[in-house]
């Protein structure tokens, strides 16, 4: 078996799987269609309280004098790396192989 075989097999695969009462049961069972908001239960849902926490103030206030820090720690080494950096220069390369008129 090689790449070229696969055509064949789901020519006679997919007309087999691809039924409308498969397609329906595939949006059934994720309560797509018909609609179903229960198809969840809540328990599945306690995942995603990890971030419907509420913040206390003290931890608001560290939250954004750490944020400030950071900004200008990454401001300091931004202006360090632009006094580092050389200018960009117009290129010499072409200049000495140019015959001169």
């Not at 954004?64 to 401001?75: P, Q, Y």
């Amino acid at each position: 078996m090689n790449i070229y075989d696969i055509p064949l097999i789901l020519k006679e695969a997919l007309p087999l799987v691809l039924r409308p009462k498969n397609v329906q049961k595939g949006f059934s069972v994720t309560g797509i269609w018909p609609y179903n908001q229960k198809v969840f239960e809540d328990d599945e849902y306690l995942i995603s309280e990890v971030t419907n926490r509420l913040i206390n103030e003290s931890e608001h206030d560290l939250a954004k004098l750490n944020l400030v820090e950071s900004n200008l720690t990454a401001s300091k080494e931004n202006d360090r790396l632009r006094h580092l950096t050389p200018s960009p220069r117009p290129s010499t390369l072409f200049a000495s192989t140019t015959p001169s008129l």
